[in-house]
């Protein structure tokens, strides 16, 4: 079975700064990866996902993400957040492109002006 | 390309009753899959149709049942509604071999009282 560990509830940080949501997953087979993001009172957004390849992958609003399979980790980095960043974020496994994704609990991210 | 549609956006219901959600998947996708989303948690997987066919459950107990169509839209159906059920129903389409993965409508918010 496939589980995801989202490390930390809430990140708060200042706007323009960097930030990283930290993300370990847990299965015994290959794997994809997503991060989803979901604003205030709607349904969820891909930002990003890792299928194969290049284990650096970059998504939609200047996000971007690091495959690391020794340490079973898919950390979600921005170099700049804005206001707008303020969301819930979502880190989630498959083990096929078509199969039910497992979902995190989700890390509220704050941006502070 | 029309995204997923889900209706109703909101409904309140009263312990005992039935409900029927529906959801419209993005053009050229085949496969549809239910999440219930309680607040402040990471989205469950319910069910997942493909051709019309159960293709894939979660830990959901049986009063949860769906519906895929010809043209693949697709119900969920609850009975016996419980105070629990309260939650965010979010629908997901995407191809059988979803390279591109999933698309998430902005989902039903169903309150039991």
């Known amino acids: 079975a496939q589980s995801v560990t989202q490390l930390d509830s809430q990140v708060p940080v200042f706007e323009e700064a960097p930030v990283e949501l930290r993300c370990n997953y847990s299965?015994?087979?290959?794997?994809?990866l997503f991060w989803y993001v979901q604003y205030p009172n709607q349904g969820l957004q891909l930002l990003l996902k890792y299928l194969s390849g290049s284990t650096l992958v970059k998504g939609i609003n200047g996000f971007e993400a690091e495959f690391n399979k020794s340490q079973t980790s898919f950390h979600l980095r921005k170099p700049s957040v804005h206001i707008s960043d303020t969301a819930e974020y979502f880190c989630a496994v498959s083990v096929s492109s078509a199969s039910k994704i497992i979902f995190g609990s989700g890390t509220r991210l704050s941006i502070r002006p | 390309e029309t995204g997923v549609t889900q209706s109703p956006t909101h409904l309140i219901k009263t312990r005992g009753q039935q409900v029927t959600l529906r959801c419209s998947s993005q053009s050229g996708h085949n496969t549809v899959s239910w999440y219930q989303q309680a607040l402040g948690q990471g989205p469950q997987f319910i069910f997942q149709?493909?051709?019309?066919?159960?293709?894939g459950r979660g830990n959901f107990p049986p009063r949860f049942s769906g519906l895929q169509f010809p043209n693949y839209s697709s119900e969920l159906n609850v009975n016996a509604l419980e105070l629990d059920d309260s939650a965010l129903y979010l629908c997901?389409?995407?191809?059988?071999?979803?390279?591109?993965?999933?698309?998430f409508g902005s989902g039903t918010r169903l309150t039991v009282v």
């Open positions: 299965s015994s087979v290959s794997v994809y």
């Open positions: 149709y493909y051709r019309e066919e159960e293709n």
């Open positions: 997901a389409s995407s191809l059988v071999s979803g390279y591109y993965g999933y698309t």
